[in-house]
Structures are given as C-alpha cells and as structure tokens.
C-alpha cells in the first residue's frame, strides 16, 4: 500500500471472514519526529515508615528519525455483513460453518440443502457522509421535449448523452450524405466564436481535400485542436463509417469510397501484435504496453484519482482550440498533437500500442505497399471484408508486420531467442505465425459482416451518439 500513493490502507475488523467490509485510511504527507521516551524511576530511601517519599522520576528522549506519511480513518466503518439466517422463529443462525470450505471435503459437503445465501455484489463506495441538495423540479422552456431513451439502455444512464450530431454510414448504406445535419451545423457555429477555430476549421478542410478518408488519430496528428472541441468539428465536415474495409474512419460529405477504386488505400488495418510462447516471447517481454490490463485493475476505494477535467461550451468559446490555457509548456502550435506513431507505420520502430488501427496509404514500408497495389488497374468489386483490395490481403499484411516486429524484439532482446533461422526458416515461421498451413486456405471460416471493433472504435462512436 505505501508503495503506491493512489491506494488507501484498509483494516479489516474480522481479517478471518471473507464477508469482512475493511476500513479505509487516506494517505497524508506529514513532517513529525518518531520519538522514544524512556521513563526511569529511582525510589528514595525511607527513613519515616509513615512518611511518603515520592520516587525520583528522570525522561529520557531520543529522536529515531522523522515521518513523512502518515494514515489517517477518517470514514464511517460502513455496514458489515455476516453470513446469517433467519429462522421462522426470528433466530439468527451462523451459516459460516456451512458456506466456507476450511478442508477439502467430500461430495456430500456440496450437495447439502442451503438456505439461500447471496452477499452483496458491492459495497458502498463512499465512506464519507455528503450533503445531497435536492433540486426542485427543472422549469423548462416551452417546446422542450425530454430526450427519448430506449428501454434496452435505460439501466445505468446517469443521464442522456448529449449529441453531436454525426452520421453514421453502413457499408450496405445505398446513399452517402452530401452535408451534415442542421444541429451539426448550429452546433459548431455556437462554439466556433474566435480566429482560433476558423483556422482549425480551415485546417481540416485542407486535410479533407488532400485526403478524403482520415481517422481520428491521424487527425489529432496533423492539427492541433481540443478534442472536445473535434467532437464537434468533425460531424461538421464529414461522416463516420460503420462497418466494412472503412469503419471508425471519417470520410468526406459527399466521397463514396466503395465506387472509387483508388480509396483501397484508405481502408483500415485492424494490427495487433502477436504474443505468446508459440512466437518465442510471453506478454510480459513485450516491449509495447497494453492500453489497459485487467492485472492492474484499481478498486473504488481508491483515492485521488486523476479526473478529467470537464469542459462546458463557455469553455471552447474561450478558445480552447489550439490557444489553450496561458501558462502551458507547449506552444499553442502543438499543445493537443498526437505523434505520427499513433498512426503511421514505419519499419524498424515498434507500434505504441498492442492493438493499432492503420489505414493501407500510412504503412510506410515499401513491402507492405506492394502487398497492397498487386491489383492495381484490375479492381472489379468492392467487398466487404477486402474492399477494393485482393483477397486475405489484410492477413498477408498482418504476417508481414508480425515478422517485421518479431525482429525488432529480436534485436533489442535477443536472450528471448536462442535459436536462429534461415531466410527459409523464417517462411515456415510466418506461416506458422498466421496460425493456418498452406493447405487449410480453401477451410477458412465464411465471412460474417463486421460490426466494429469492440474496444476504442466503439468507445468513439458512443462520442458521438
């Protein structure tokens, strides 16, 4: 716990009893001395028997050294819950003895008739009494409907998301839309209130004319803008696509990509890198971090959590597009820049993270742009899985970086490989790396139409919902 400054002390009344809710101590920085004190007593010789003689008392102290952290509880102890049953008759009776296995037991221990016994899924998360102001009911303005929330998402929302306005493209979608929303619109012309933004906007326009097709990375990378401020910037200039070869990018009003056979190489790269033993590494020498790990899972006890700052619209209107607040260290220039690693590929440099996103024309590396333009001149049909591209031509890719990455890991760590390969070698090993032979290509599975990625393309579109 001391090694960690976000985790709080926890002291457990029962430390026996698994159902024991533990008390929580916050961390303090402090400047006092550890003292030790030692009392020594010498007693008086007596010469009256009936006269009291105090003993001579002397203190001695010494300073041990001094004490930077201390723990203090200053919470409630909370409710504790005990594994109990009530009888018909009002009686409390312990069930310890009957839900907690000490020894191994028999067959006959689990196939005993229980009364029911469910311990709270949680406790609570606040150890501190607050004062809760209850709001009177809200008088709205006339013609104010309340937001409409679907019966499958109603459990957990604290409230309904706000808007912004972006639409959103499958790839069987028919039509493309020509021009964003009216609510899109006035949206961003009531935050674009300064030079600021006018020059953010015209900076993205420019992207959108030299490329059609950009992800949100690639653009955090090229401009520099709030991202709160993007939230509403891009459903301005383009929509977002769902499913297909370009899903969770952004693509200009009025662009179709799937009758333009030259967008292949705006399709995205769903990469992730490839650990485990049967590679030669384990998760744990990957040089390249997860995104987040169950491993490192903080509970809600936890205390001074970094929490993200909330901006209003009074905020961006403010500019906080690329001027920001005064006293940052970076330039307004290149305060929100993300670096071209996030996403452009290049040889001989490891991705930032475990799972990446690429779009075909950002993999700068001379191979894998030949693995992609070998049908160059002869697209016939836009698919839905390959786009205007080859067959399997995503899993050629992926081989291709896996190696590339795998002798980077080599390089810089080579105890993890104590076997060396031929160049021959290393094709049997990038077959092996795929996980198919070469006579198993005609039994992969049917294709099923995609719906996103299940991490952070989700986590985008829920932005903008």
């Known amino acids: 716990i001391y090694a960690d400054p976000a985790k709080r002390l926890e002291l457990y009344f029962r430390p026996k009893d698994p159902y ?22 010498k007693k008086k010789q007596q010469l009256d028997p009936e006269e009291q003689i105090e003993p001579e008392v002397q203190f001695e102290m010494e300073i041990l050294g001094i004490v930077t952290t201390v723990y203090k509880f200053q919470g409630m102890s909370d409710f504790q819950y005990l594994a109990m049953h009530s009888g018909p008759d009002g009686k409390q009776t312990s069930m310890y003895d009957k839900v907690l296995m000490l020894k191994p037991e028999k067959e006959e221990f689990f196939n005993k008739d229980l009364p029911l016994y469910i311990p709270p899924p949680i406790f609570s998360r606040l150890d501190t009494p607050v004062d809760y102001f209850y709001r009177p009911d809200i008088q709205h303005r006339s013609g104010y409907n309340n937001p409409q929330v679907s019966g499958e998402n109603l459990i957990g929302l604290s409230r309904a998301r706000r808007p912004h306005n972006a639409i959103f493209v499958n790839f069987d979608d028919e039509e493309i839309p020509t021009k964003p929303l009216d609510a899109a619109v006035q949206n961003w012309k009531k935050v674009c209130t300064n030079p600021v933004d006018k020059k ?18 690639a653009v955090k990378a090229n401009i520099s803008v709030h991202p709160d401020k993007l939230k509403v910037l ?133 191979s894998l742009q030949k693995i992609i333009h070998r049908n160059d001149g002869t697209e016939s049909e836009c698919t839905e899985r390959d786009g205007w591209c080859l067959a399997k031509t995503s899993d050629d890719l992926r081989d291709s970086m896996s190696l590339m990455i795998k002798q980077i890991i080599r390089s810089t760590r080579p105890a993890l490989f104590s076997n060396t390969t031929s160049s021959e070698d290393g094709k049997e090993q990038l077959a092996y790396e795929s996980g198919e032979d070469e006579d198993d290509e005609e039994e992969e599975e049917d294709f099923k139409p995609s719906d996103g990625s299940e991490n952070e393309m989700e986590t985008e579109i829920l932005d903008y919902v």
Request: aromatic share 12%; glycine share 6%; proline share 8%.
């Open 200 to 217: 953010v906007e015209e900076e993205l326009r420019k992207l959108f004319e030299e490329r059609p097709v950009w992800s949100r990375n």
């Open 234 to 366: 891009l459903p301005y200039l383009a929509y977002y696509m769902l499913t297909g070869p370009w899903r969770s990018l952004w693509v200009r009003f009025g662009y179709d990509p799937r009758k333009h056979p030259e967008a292949k190489i705006y399709q995205v790269l769903d990469f992730r890198i490839r650990c485990g033993m049967k590679y030669g590494y384990a998760a744990t020498d990957m040089p390249v971090k997860a995104k987040r790990s169950t491993y490192n899972y903080s509970l809600p006890i936890t205390v001074k959590k970094q929490g993200s700052h909330t901006v209003s619209v009074h905020d961006l209107k403010q500019g906080l597009g690329s001027a920001g607040t005064s006293g940052a260290k970076k330039p307004p220039s290149s305060r929100y820049k993300l670096k071209e690693s996030v996403y452009i590929f290049r040889e001989g440099a490891l991705p930032p993270y475990r799972q990446m996103f690429y779009q075909l024309c950002d993999l700068n590396v001379e």
């Open 20 to 41: 024991c809710h533990p008390v929580c101590a916050n961390r303090f920085p402090t400047s006092t001395m550890l003292l030790r004190v030692t009392r020594r007593s």
